[in-house]
């Protein structure tokens, strides 16, 4: 079967950048098993399942995150971006791009994980996915907003989760901004990863042809 030429998506490259610890190999094993998804995926169709709560309370507060957001910083109304930009090595669809800035919102789902004193972005995939939307749109800034909005009671597990409020605190506690310079270097290591993983996906052809010629013979 002729399969479409892989291109990862910005929300995924964190997924594919960890360096291998092996000598003969590569690609981690946590690129290699990305990769064997984004194949069976090409073959059989659909899409891997990777949601949960976290994931669910962000889109269903997102629009709502964005206002808060707004509001608090007086900017004025954000429309959310609705354009999916791509280039030869990637894919994606920025949440916001405001002034020239891109701007990507993340919903924490309670105070115990919301970044409040991190200096730092709590996780390099998000670095990753903002180096990957500057990439596409050729801009140099990007903002990573954390926000703490109230969890919808249709989300929340009557046994484990506490429905705790925040609407009554001030935005400082609620509000949370890593501010991310494009990085040109980064940019080429994704662009070489993408490669990589483009010659391991013929290789896991020629493997998958290889037995079934075995089969056949």
């Known amino acids: 079967m002729d399969m479409k030429e892989f291109k990862i998506r910005c929300s995924a490259i964190g997924q594919i950048m960890a360096n291998s610890r092996s000598k003969t190999e590569v690609l981690s094993k946590t690129t290699q098993s990305y990769v064997q998804d984004w194949m069976k995926e090409q073959i059989y169709g659909g899409q891997k399942f990777t949601g949960n709560k976290y994931t669910e309370k962000g889109l269903e507060m997102e629009d709502d995150s964005i206002d808060y957001f707004s509001e608090e910083l007086d900017l004025g109304f954000l429309a959310k971006n609705t354009v999916k930009y791509q280039n030869e090595f990637m894919t994606g669809t920025p949440d916001l791009i405001h002034n020239g800035v891109i701007i990507d919102m993340k919903n924490s789902w309670d105070h115990w994980t919301f970044p409040l004193f991190e200096d730092k972005i709590p996780t390099k995939d998000y670095y990753w996915q903002l180096q990957g939307y500057m990439a596409l749109t050729t801009l140099k800034k990007a903002k ?58 013929k290789t896991l052809n020629t493997k998958v042809n290889e037995e079934q010629n075995s089969l056949c013979g």
Do not use: G, S
């Open 144 to 201: 990573l907003v954390y926000t703490l909005m109230e969890t919808p009671t249709d989300l929340l597990n009557q046994w484990t989760d506490v429905p705790y409020e925040y609407d009554n605190l001030d935005a400082k506690y609620r509000i949370k901004v890593f501010e991310v310079e494009r990085n040109d270097d980064d940019i080429q290591k994704i662009y070489d990863r993408v490669e990589e993983c483009r010659e391991y996906i």
